[in-house]
């Protein structure tokens, strides 16, 4: 290493070349250092741009204007002393801690008690997470409370996977993680640290200003979204407008258009937003640890506020809300008792899982409700959950909404579930686990309840043969549910070495707004693709365009690179769908080994007929398709897709891309399935059978007619996945435990006989 | 630059007699520094941020901070040590370094001409740790000694040659310089 360096003397050399004689490892090693250094060398530098020598030349002459020793006070501009020994810098630290203790015990001295009567600047109406407050007179951070009193001047941070959101003087302030603010007063706030949204309703009384290290935002209406990074400032203007008071002079940002600024200078020019510029609430979080979403972050996925069940003045005293699962299937019982002078009718619907998914499978008990004056209502649903599936464990997602609107008094919140069901009990009002331990999260804590915020539950589904049922008493006679949750590999499509080829029609109709949420969905699923996959990117923009470095390992630098040759594709470009797909799918057959090809393409069909997918010896290729901006699926393109063991989204920009990309990965999941079935024995009877299915990530449910007799379900599954075959037995007890009775189980066996009837592609 | 005689006489001038030149009250020995440094100055931090924007705010403080400073420097070797000491000390501080970028930086390389190359150095770079980025980077892009690049990056020489040990040894595991690896290992 020194001999490469060149700063050995002649001594050290006679002594290494005496070593070098007999250590050919170091010969080795020597010889490839120094082979990198020459090749680094050997690169051409990339120049500075033009702009640069400008730039430097004004800097130099403000510096030599302002004379010497201009900048901080004389101190030297590099420091040429060496770090000190851990011994110093422990003595150091220590000095530091005693005179923090000491200078915060002089404060707290000083400060107790001596704070006056301010009014409060905003109420903090939803947090999750660690999020702390220092208020003036306080001095120190401690854990933000219920009903916290904020009045000027008071300050907030948010840690890791942490949300806040305060509300003042017709102002959200929404921080994620690791931000901070300052309430200033009403309206106005000064962005400590991190990032923020914000929404300025209008009529606020004036413009809305948040400060910054590096400049002041004034907003007099819409949304925006600000991050502050060491002295950079980026703003992005959702709505509305926004303008940027520098040193540097104003700069108005337009709505979709994003500016950075450094040290109060633009850096470049304002221009359209792009990526995260325009991140909305959910988008400002970072993806958790498995590439999904943490149960926090599917919690505040908002659910569009429409049509209130009851009206804002009718207030709920009470109201119990019980979640019975057994798998895939859960019961819900509402009960609440209504403040209200006249009987009201509720009309709402309750769909357990709509908080997190397009739509439920089927769902029961959404007619009218009249409830008397001091009436308890209690009523009660059945659904069969489509779940998402995170890590092995499930999600469910309740959203309170539609049973309530602000204010709402009082949540209890409770799941309970048989002991071979997954789920013991879980009560959300005192946030407290069971013995059981089967729920892994929740996104619900002991703190102010947001009725526009939904309850997700994740619990793990341990049961060996993954088989559940529910008996179910209706009025017609009882039936035996049993819901199916086919195993499929894990990350079967996935695998180490598999290639992904992703084909962008960026020529298609994707419908107002579909564009620009079509680029979200592609960078969120370039994310979540794993690392051990190799990908290749070919698009469409009115010219074929194809990736100069196909097949490359996916990694994160990979998907920058991917990601900037999206960016650059241009917009209007005449559309031809058919072909490019008929291009995309004679691409992607070209390499040898088993592939995934992802079609992104906007609304409306492929203008003709959808070519086949070209027959291959070396390997499989799915395909998949994402139709942006479409509210239903082509059907040329289901059939295309499902015959190769892919799956077919349409996905509405009013689904995150984080949540659409999730169901995307977890229907690819289970469409590798090509065969799977299960026999039933209730009894001494038999049961229905169900043949191959549509697999998207949904139960194989079977309805049985026991005859009124309970009796033992009993069976076996079978299921085909990438040549491998899957056997089971199965014998369950009859789950009295979780018997459903009355108009619910009619409704739901009803919506399930519906469901089990479902004809399977193809067929009629 | 101009191309006066004057300023080309100062083209074979060393760069302490610059710097010299510049304390005792001639700008222009200044303008002669940041031509002669200029280019390899902003591949150095374009190399050290992976960021355009961010290299070229950089090149300005650098050079602002040298003419504010306008004295002569001292506890450097050379005004090459002292030069990059500035910058490595201002663009990437041990307290609070920025992220290191990528996204400005792929479209100045797509730009450019050996993109493969260059990018897969990068992209190296970007999973290094800034202990172990900026020795390298001092040492064998803007050529200063184990001592000088001790010095710029305020450690002990030892643990400057562990950090360019481990940079070499990571650089030369990755696919930039599998030639390098395939031509030279046994």
Not at chain 2, 164 to 179: C, E, N, V
Request: hydrophobic share 45%.
């Amino acid at each position: 290493m020194l001999t490469l360096l060149g700063a050995a003397d002649a001594d050290a050399l006679a002594e290494l070349a005496q070593h070098l004689r007999g250590c050919a490892t170091c010969v080795r090693r020597a010889a490839l250092y120094a082979a990198v250094r020459d090749e680094v060398r050997r690169m051409e530098p990339v120049a500075p741009p033009e702009e640069a020598r400008d730039f430097v030349a004004r800097a130099i002459q403000e510096a030599l204007g302002a004379g010497p020793q201009a900048r901080d006070g004389g101190r030297p501009p590099a420091d040429p002393r060496p770090e000190r020994s851990f011994a110093f810098k422990a003595l150091v630290f220590l000095g530091a801690v005693a005179a923090l203790v000491a200078a915060v015990i002089g404060m707290l001295l000083a400060f107790e008690g001596k704070g006056e009567p301010q009014p409060s600047m905003g109420d903090a109406v939803f947090w999750t997470g660690e999020v702390q407050v220092s208020t003036p007179g306080a001095s120190m951070w401690r854990e933000l409370g219920r009903n916290e009193f904020l009045p000027s001047g008071a300050r907030m941070r948010t840690g890791p996977d942490s949300l806040l959101e305060v509300r003042c003087a017709g102002v959200s302030w929404r921080l994620p993680g690791m931000s901070g603010i300052a309430l200033e007063g009403p309206g106005e706030a000064e962005l400590l640290l991190g990032r923020l949204h914000a929404r300025v309703e209008g009529g606020a009384g004036g413009d809305v200003r948040l400060a910054t290290s590096a400049g002041l935002v004034t907003c007099p209406e819409g949304e925006f979204v600000v991050a502050l990074s060491m002295k950079r400032l980026h703003v992005g203007c959702l709505s509305g407008r926004l303008s940027v008071e520098a040193e540097g002079g104003p700069v108005e940002v337009p709505p979709g258009h994003a500016a950075m600024l450094a040290e109060g200078e633009l850096v470049e020019p304002v221009r359209r937003a792009r990526r995260a510029d325009m991140a909305h609430w959910l988008k400002m979080f970072d993806a958790g640890e498995e590439g999904g979403l943490s149960v926090r972050q599917l919690a505040c996925v908002r659910v569009p506020a429409e049509a209130p069940i009851l009206p804002p003045e009718v207030l709920i005293e009470d109201l119990a809300v019980s979640v019975r699962a057994r798998g895939p299937v859960a019961v819900v019982s509402v009960r609440a008792r209504l403040a209200n002078t006249g009987a009201e009718d509720w009309r709402g619907s309750f769909c357990v899982g709509q908080a997190l998914l397009p739509q439920a499978i089927a769902q029961a008990g959404d007619g009218p409700i009249v409830v008397a004056p001091g009436e308890v209502l209690s009523h009660e649903s059945v659904g069969v959950c489509l779940m998402r599936s995170r890590g092995g464990f499930f999600g469910l997602g309740l959203n309170p909404e539609v049973w309530s609107s602000e204010p709402i008094g009082r949540l209890q919140l409770s799941v309970r579930a048989s002991a071979d069901g997954g789920i013991d009990e879980f009560i959300c009002a005192g946030a407290h686990r069971t013995r059981r331990q089967q729920i892994v999260d929740w996104s619900w804590d002991a703190r102010p309840f947001n009725p526009r915020q939904p309850v997700v539950l994740e619990f793990a589904f341990d049961e060996p043969d993954g088989v559940d049922a529910l008996w179910l008493s209706g009025e017609r006679g009882a039936r035996a549910l049993v819901a199916w949750r086919p195993d499929a590999p894990d990350e079967e499509w996935i695998r180490k070495g598999r290639n992904v080829f992703l084909a962008f029609d960026a020529a298609a109709d994707f419908g107002p707004g579909g564009r620009a949420y079509a680029h979200e969905v592609l960078e969120v699923l370039l994310r979540a693709l794993p690392p051990g996959c190799a990908t290749a990117l070919l698009a469409y923009d009115g010219k074929v365009k194809s990736d100069p470095d196909p097949l490359a390992r996916h990694m994160p630098a990979r998907v920058e690179a991917m990601l900037s040759a999206l960016w650059s594709l241009q917009e209007g470009g005449e559309r031809n769908t058919r072909d490019f797909l008929a291009l995309a799918l004679e691409w992607a057959s070209v390499p040898e080994g088993d592939g995934l090809l992802v079609f992104v393409t906007g609304r409306g069909g492929a203008d003709g007929p959808v070519p086949a997918v070209p027959a291959r010896t070396d390997g499989e290729l799915r395909v998949a398709t994402l139709q942006v901006g479409a509210t239903e699926l082509a059907a040329a393109y289901r059939s295309l897709c499902s015959g190769s063991g892919g799956v077919a989204l349409a996905l509405s920009p009013a689904v995150a891309p984080e949540l659409a990309t999730l169901d995307f990965l977890g229907n690819l999941r289970w469409a590798a399935l090509r065969e799977v079935g299960v026999e039933l024995t209730l009894g001494r009877r038999e049961g229905l059978v169900t043949g191959a299915a549509r697999f998207a990530n949904q139960p194989v449910l079977a309805l049985m007619a026991p005859e009124g007799r309970r009796g033992r379900v009993s069976g076996r599954w079978r299921a085909e996945a990438g040549g491998e075959r899957l056997t089971r037995d199965f014998d369950l007890e009859t789950p009295a435990d979780a018997e459903v009775a009355g108009p619910a189980a009619d409704a739901l066996i009803e919506a399930l006989s519906r469901l089990c009837r479902q004809p399977e592609p193809g067929e009629g | 630059m101009d191309n006066t005689p004057f300023s080309e006489s100062r083209v074979e001038a060393s760069d302490e007699g610059l710097w010299t030149a510049f304390v005792r009250g001639d700008d222009s020995a200044l303008d002669a520094l940041v031509e002669r440094y200029g280019g390899d100055l902003y591949w150095y931090l374009l190399l050290s941020t992976g960021k355009q924007d961010s290299a070229v705010q950089y090149l300005r403080n650098v050079w602002a901070a040298l003419a504010a400073w306008r004295r002569p420097f001292e506890g450097f070797a050379s005004f090459r040590a002292w030069l990059y000491a500035v910058a490595t000390q201002t663009c990437v501080p041990a307290a609070h370094p920025e992220p290191f970028g990528l996204t400005d930086l792929i479209d100045d390389i797509k730009r450019g001409q050996q993109v493969s190359r260059r990018s897969k150095l990068f992209f190296a770079l970007k999973d290094m740790a800034r202990a172990v980025r900026q020795p390298f980077l001092l040492v064998v892009v803007a050529g200063l000694t184990l001592e000088e690049a001790a010095v710029a990056c305020n450690f002990t020489v030892g643990r400057t040659l562990s950090s360019l040990q481990k940079a070499f040894h990571r650089l030369a595991r990755t696919d930039a310089f599998s030639g390098a690896r395939s031509g030279h290992e046994m």
